[in-house]
């Protein structure tokens, strides 16, 4: 079962209810556009895609439906989820706002930024390019300052230039191939926030 | 939490002290109001009135850092009172034991301390063995050198006049919470504690934490539904990010990571257990070679065989005592051995204390490497206040990182349960998952030493890496299988015969000679035999009643849903409390929740087992050498208090706490420049450094920007009205903020002294929204608690003053 | 006409987590105003055109000596017998829906004369878009309540303090837990219960939760 579809119980009924339009992304002090009268969105709610999530705040991790448009793929909508135990479709503020960190806040990096060195801006890069620079950047890092003994002669075979940070936001297969490629690495400097 | 979300509802005393769950696990507060439907009692202990105060039946204030103070009074109270649970003292935990001869405490300070190194020489603090090897034990707890004893004697001292003077707290407001409290020291009734950062974060946190266990375990509230030791943790997956060892001095499933004395697999595995001569003891941690054997066959697969100690060798190992956590690694960086980083979804310019070091310390690298889904202060430091670019040599690397709903996998909440989630839809542009940009750099990195010669490439070409999908893109369902584990050939265990390459079930049935793999054996079980992703289920049935919902995701271990539930039961398997009985002992088998172990109760002296089984003797320890600072908790003042001397002892700061000592690495004990005691902490409607959510107009729009609440008197003295701006400084830094003139904060009446605290937020940073204002943390001091290094946030020394 | 829809706001449940602010927000999406802290959570500080649900923040000392901090969460209380719509006596500007008894506003509300509504709201509710001249309130999310779902802000409340239902429903939900809250404050209420179908249960005197929480 990939997607969880929650069967909605839809009742006909005619309302005169309206949406206002106006981006709700970013700070926004323009008017409120319009008025539309009509049921774009629930009637959008209806037939969309329903996803199964989870808030990442906090560690409670109540149950979020995320609600995008079949045909263009994009999300629209994100509630609580009913049906989770916990949280049995609760949302604090921060979880109650978790579509503005979707694609739809303007905010969002979307393309790789790179800041040379005594540079004063950011640059936008390929992502492969990324990818294979951060690569020979890690192996001349590590060619240059491996230690295979230590002052005793002990043999240690780690790399102490090379450190890590984060994170606790992640999903947990991301966080075990960090421990894995950071440790194969011969990292013994990785942390991150469950130590703060 | 050994317990979790849902259970709070059945606690009939929820003491939430170094939390403010309202405000920071909002949706907690459903269960906490569900057990005052029911008649719980909340109580609040917070140096602030808050959104959880707002809910609680008691509230009490303390000073910030007193809290072993508070608890030790609690200590006292129900030693005295004979508040205790007994069965459950003398059953279940080592009350009974004798403690060693030489073992002793003198002001403050116990035996064994060596003032030159700042460490302890615990040989001392043991309990004293027969000549088979067991603990010498008192059942009468009269021997004055028992444990019950021991403690009764160390607490004496925690007068509750004494706690007052040192707290703040009212006596009326003392002898109230430990009234209600220690009423639970009774069969039928659970208390429990909701606990975090206002825990944690001091030089005496992990002894906060420790003290409370104590006080439930002479309640007898550890196992039992509405129980527990509750850890509210701070962020999302930090339970997983835990689990999995993003840290130092861990490996995946709390396995040790190996040091330099420790060459060969033997070598580390005579180090990595005690095993106990009791044979009641379930000794659990005589699996650890399974455990890492499975951990290495899940890293290096086939190039693991016994004959190369399964690829141990290839493993890093720092030297003995070497510390890495996050402010010696930035001492390090501040020292220039730091050259690469990767900051990997967090914000240390903003988080980590005396962030004006870390941030200093971010200039002296050669590069950083940052993944995030908005910008932040950390990737762009280089052109934060103070600095001039075009003298800033770090290269800097910004990766667009997917968010949670844009990506398919596991997260494990606070009580334990690793719940599936899915990929809602595709993120715009270049963004990827943070499972891809670690699995495409690994990948190039294996090319390139596959393809050029380098530095000990032996583990990088060695390591397991085949985790893409037919796209070639990252999959969390083969790492999630990877973690689980597979039987790697066909294995017969107990007359069962399971096939290579089926997942295994759960990690009794891992194997130490290579034919199981599990990249970490607590999450063995979290998929079925046939490759189900247990992780993923949504099914409600409660067949307990009491909420814990067996097939409703998956939960470490083995799907256990409450930890120790075997000390809810009495000696026979009886409930103590039958009315909420989390297990029971019926017709020689376990009915309920997945019992801590399959064996009978412990009166059946021949196959029966004692309860704590990962406890080397099987018990709890009220008595035990695991701490840095002693046996016993001590109350120590905070490393920057407003008091010359500690009104408990002659030791004023916690002995065993690593000095730091750079030129940026300042600290200001009793001085009359910054006298009022601040503490930090977050709002509901922002995250941690406000690094996500700053940049979502519905949360700024709510929470703008940097403040200080102060006390009605505070203001008065010092010409502030609510809303002014104002300036708070430490001896290492000043953030620009407004007052927020409060009811909620009022000064502390301690000793003869009248003490003003403050507190702010450290959810802002000066990049979005343009004036928000700065972190708070570059006010706090680089000091962390003496077990982990945890810095102390809660407790440290400012002035504030109207901006002129 | 049916006995129609109700909210009970239980202000003794609630634990400020705002939920319901930014819910609506999302649901009917509004944008986020640009704010300052003004010495209070409270933000923004009042309703808008653009915030149709607002948790007020009081504090203060209690008669012990105490702090108290009451949380109200505040927003259009769908009178039965709506003054603003008596005021308007324009039914394609303010109606009622019949379903529901939810009091809608629409973009004719900009032919009407804002400071009389607002003025004969005894909430002091209705906020006037600077730009389009109309005014703005909380629908009741009759679109989600046409459609067999709750309003946002009664969806995301994770404490029960605010429940949507039937108006009998309520009424007597309502009261039970008046009765209840008496035994420890006897100054419990449910403000105005017969003439709104947004009952707000306070546990001390309405003005200190916010000078028009009640009528």
Redesign the interface.
Known sequence: MKVTRREFLMLSGQAGAYLALSSCMGIDTKPVKEYVEDLKKIDKLKTAKQTTSLCYYCSVTCGLICSTDPKTGKIFNIEGDPDHPISEGALCAKGAAMLQTTELNEHRLTKVLYRAPYSDKWEPKPLDWAMMEIAKKVKALRDKDFILKNAKGQEVNRLESLAHMGSSKLDNEECWAITTMMRSLGLVQLDHQARV | MTNH??DLQHADCILIMGSNA??????????V?RAKDKGAKIINVDPR???????ADV?AALRSGTDIAFLGGMIKYILDNNKYFSDYVLNYTNAACIVDEKFNFNEGLFSGYDPATRKYDKSSWVIKKDAKGLPEKDPTFKNPRCVLQMLKKHYSRYTIEKVSEITGTPVDDLKTVYELYSATGVADKAGTIMYA?GWT?HTVGSQNIRTMCMIQLLLGNIGICGGGVNA?????????????????HI??GYLK?PA??Q?TLQAYLDKAFVKSADPQSANWWQNYPKYITSLLKS?FGDKAVKDNDFGY???????DG?D???LS?VD??YEG??????????N?AC??PNAGKVREAMTHL??L?HA????NET?SF??GPGLD?????????????A?????E???????R???W???????????????D??????A??K???SS?K???PD??LN?SWD?ADAKGM?D?VK??K??NGYFLEDVTIADKTYKKGECVLSFALLQADGKTSS??WL?AGSFAQDGTNLM?R?K?DDPTGL?L?PQ?AWCWPVNRRVLYNRASVDVNGKPYNPKRALLAWVDGKWVGDVPDGPWPPMADKEKGKYPFIMKPDGISSLFGPGMAEGPFPEHYEPLEGPLARNLMSAQLNNPAIKLFTKDCDKFSGCDPRFPFVCTTYT??????TGA??R?????????????VEISHELAEAKGIK??DRVKVESIRGSVKC???????F?PFKIGDQMIHQVGMTFNYGWL??KDCGDSANLLTPTVGDAN????E?KAFMVNVAKEV | MSEGKSILVDTSRCTACRGCQVACKQWNQLPGTQTKNWGSYQNPADLSAQTWKLVRFAEGKKDNGKPYWYFFSDQCRHCIEPPCKATAGYEEAISQDAQTGAVIYSAKTSELNAKEIVDSCPYNIPRQDEKTKALFKCTMCLDRISNGQIPACVKSCPTGAMVFGDREEILEKAQKRVEQLKKTYPKAQAIDADTVRVIYIVTDDPSKYHQYAAS
């Not at chain 2, 943790?233 to 997983?240: A, T």
């Not at chain 2, 050259?339 to 967090?346: D, E, L, M, S």
């Not at chain 2, 800033?392 to 990182?401: C, R, S």
């Not at chain 2, 839809?425 to 963004?431: E, Q």
Request: with cysteine.
């Open positions: 979300w849902i309202a405000e920071n696990h909002p949706i907690s507060f459903k269960w109001l009135f808050t959104r959880t105060s707002s809910q509230y950062l974060q509210l943790r701070g962020e999302p997956n930090v339970q997983g990010s835990t689990d999995h060892a993003i840290l130092t490996l995946p990571a330099a004395s060459p890293w060798r290839w493993l890093p190992k720092a030297d070497y890495s956590t996050l690694m390090r960086m051995k730091v050259k690469g980083f990767f900051v990997i979804g967090q240390p988080s980590l050669d590069w490497v995030n889904i908005f910008d990737a280089w052109k670019p075009k003298k800033v040599k770090t290269e800097v690397f910004l990766l667009p990182a968010a949670s709903m844009e990506k996998g596991s997260m494990t909440n606070s009580g349960w690793a719940q989630k899915y990929k809602a839809y595709t993120p715009p542009g270049d963004v990827l998952s943070v499972g940009m670690i699995y495409r750099l690994m190039n990195i090319k390139l030493y050029e380098g530095a000990f583990p990088i390591l985790y990252f969390p790492v999630a990877a973690i990249g970490n999450y993923a949504r409600k909420g919902y409703w709002s509901t409607e922002h995250w941690c996500i959510t940049w979502q107009s519905w949360l700024t729009e709510a929470q703008p920007e940097a403040y609510n809303g407004v007052a927020m003139v409060t009811t909620r009022r979005f929204p982990t290094m945890t810095p946030y």
